[in-house]
């Protein structure tokens, strides 16, 4: 969406946000098997939220139409975080307190094994403003830190999951098994690892770091570094046989290597 502002949810703006996500989860099939009561359904979804929200650790967003206008939120939470805040939940649902449990013991079986991890609990956009970017603008800001962080991130979809749609775009793929809770109420675990930064400095210039596999780097520099032929004579020859894979090999030995230590590249 044009102009939108993706920034941290402040501390007063807790209630609205809450307000903002029940509103986009009305009419999701999997909230209506959890809130059975259409009449306590906003009500009960908002104040789940407002628990989320005001966990501890709670890394919380808000985006902005031009106008200033709240227009979506998102929530994210760490994979161990603190427990007592299902405690909380509870509290605050009500008599939807045991199934909201159901769901969460069911989500912490469902969870990657692999830590660290952060999972959105809350994301929706404002029925006016879907369709315009306003997700994908959410999403990025905060995979954008956890990438920067090397940390992946974990989230349990209520719509039917095929590698598409804003989740698909951003790399997120099924993980484990469906949560099935009733024949319209599933859960679709999806996985994301953090992506590693695509651009690094060296030697004077940027790379694009292409590809890893274990301790190997596929690189491509952004500028020329230096002419030279694929062979030096005029012949029949294979990449094997080639002089530009002869430099290569050299230049592949040569003392270049990360700040980790890790070799840079080698080629086969």
Known sequence: MKDT???PMRPEEIDSAASLIASGYYGDIFFKWVVYKDEDHHRVVTNYYKAYLN?????AYVAEDADGKMVGA?????HDTDASVYNDIDAAVGI???RFRTVADWSHLSEPP???????????TMKEAQGRGVGAAMLKYHLD??????IATYLEASTPYFGKGVYGKFGYQLVGELMVFTDTAVLYPLWRPARKKLQVDFGGYKWRILEEHNDNVLLLSENIIEHG?????FENVTWETSDVRKYLMIASMADLRLKNNLEFWKLR
């Open 55 to 59: 966990a501890r650790r709670c890394m």
């Open 114 to 124: 692999m830590t660290p991890f952060c999972q959105l609990v809350g994301f929706a």
């Open 5 to 7: 502002i993706v920034r």
């Open 229 to 233: 032929r694929y062979h030096n004579t």
């Open 96 to 98: 939807y307190a045991d």
């Open 145 to 150: 830190i956890m990438d920067e962080a090397g």
């Open 74 to 78: 998102s929530a994210w939470l760490p």
